[in-house]
């Protein structure tokens, strides 16, 4: 876990941000990017709410939301 490899504050947070995740083979590549876009750690290039609802994997599913 990332949480029990950090001895303090600042391994945490270099753990946390390096993190690579490994998404299961049924996640789909459009989910995948939306996923890391809401992730992003750099707030500035983070997904906006409008950004989101445009996202071409949400508007896939628009008449369920």
Do not use: M
């Not at 083979?25 to 445009?54: H, M, S, W």
Request: glycine letters at 4%.
């Amino acid at each position: 876990s990332i949480f029990t490899l950090a001895e303090d504050h600042p391994s945490l947070k270099k753990n946390i941000v390096n993190i690579e995740v490994i998404y299961p083979d049924y996640i789909g590549a459009k989910v995948k990017n939306l996923i890391q876009k809401c992730f992003e750690y750099d707030p500035t290039k983070r997904i906006t709410i409008d950004g989101l609802l445009q996202h071409p994997w949400l508007l896939k599913y628009k008449e369920l939301i």
